[in-house]
């Protein structure tokens, strides 16, 4: 009963308990086993708890916890629905502290790290002893990367082709977890604050097991696909607008009337 309550009023709470813990080492010591954080279903854990629910498969080929979190679940759903078909939990950490929040219990804690959903593939975001092999031989391999580094010039993205399931997406857009996470942190200033005049990098994941990669060979109409292709995993990270949401928009429609 006495947990339920406190669940109810983590809400209002939780956001001066993380100061606290942050910014005092004898409030971080008596708030730790208490803190909570919530998951994408709503659920309440305390750290401790958080281990032992996650520990079996989430625990990465170097025996370090990974704790998956998402900054904005509606905004990144595509990524949190991903994950979760490997039952991976996620935490919701959207509050203006969970940056730093986040730095601090790593800082204390040698056998955990926390990963945004969007650092990685889902079959990458944990690495394990796994190994997945690609359905395309090398040469292939390099005219496909070639066929999306000639239609997607001036463009911040590294293009890397990944084997990943052939359920999985055919591309997806990640950033880099620690450089996003620095970029974060500069916004508050003090050491990371150079960071803010970085550019933002990011990287285009392109899946060579998926069925697209195989009929983007082939295809007579490279450009047009890869421009599709691009646009929906920028569109699954809120990074399509202006014109260039405009001209995707357009490009459906005709597809769809073709």
Not at 8 to 26: C, P
Not at 50 to 66: A, F, H, P, V
Not at 121 to 135: A, G, L, R, V, Y
Request: negative net charge; hydrophobic residues 35%.
């Amino acid at each position: 009963r006495n947990r339920n309550a406190f669940e109810e009023k983590w809400e209002s709470i939780g956001l001066f308990v993380k100061y606290g813990m942050i910014s005092d080492e004898k409030f971080y010591e008596k708030a730790g086993s208490y803190c909570l954080y919530k998951d994408e279903e709503n659920t309440y854990f305390t750290l401790e708890e958080l281990k032992e629910k996650t520990k079996d498969n989430q625990t990465d080929k170097n025996q370090k916890l990974i704790l998956l979190y998402s900054s904005d679940l509606s905004l990144q759903n595509s990524y949190v629905e991903a994950v979760k078909k490997k039952n991976y939990k996620v935490l919701e950490m959207n509050e203006v502290l969970d940056q730093a929040f986040i730095q601090h219990i790593e800082s204390k804690s040698s056998d955990l790290r926390f990963s945004r959903v969007d650092a990685d593939t889902p079959d990458k975001i944990i690495e394990k002893d796994e190994n997945i092999e690609s359905i395309l031989s090398k040469e292939e391999e390099e005219k496909l990367k070639q066929i999306f580094i000639d239609n997607i010039k001036d463009r911040p993205f590294d293009i890397e082709l990944k084997a990943m399931g052939a359920d999985e997406s055919p591309v997806m857009v990640t950033q880099n977890e620690f450089m996003r996470r620095m970029k974060d942190m500069s916004k508050y200033g003090g050491a990371y604050s150079f960071m803010g005049t970085m550019p933002e990098r990011y990287n285009l994941i392109v899946n060579t097991n998926h069925p697209l990669s195989s009929k983007l060979l082939r295809a007579r109409k490279k450009e047009e696909l890869v421009s599709q292709l691009f646009d929906l995993a920028l569109l699954s990270q809120g990074l399509l607008q202006g014109k260039s949401l405009t001209d995707f928009i357009n490009r459906s429609v005709n597809v769809l009337t073709e």
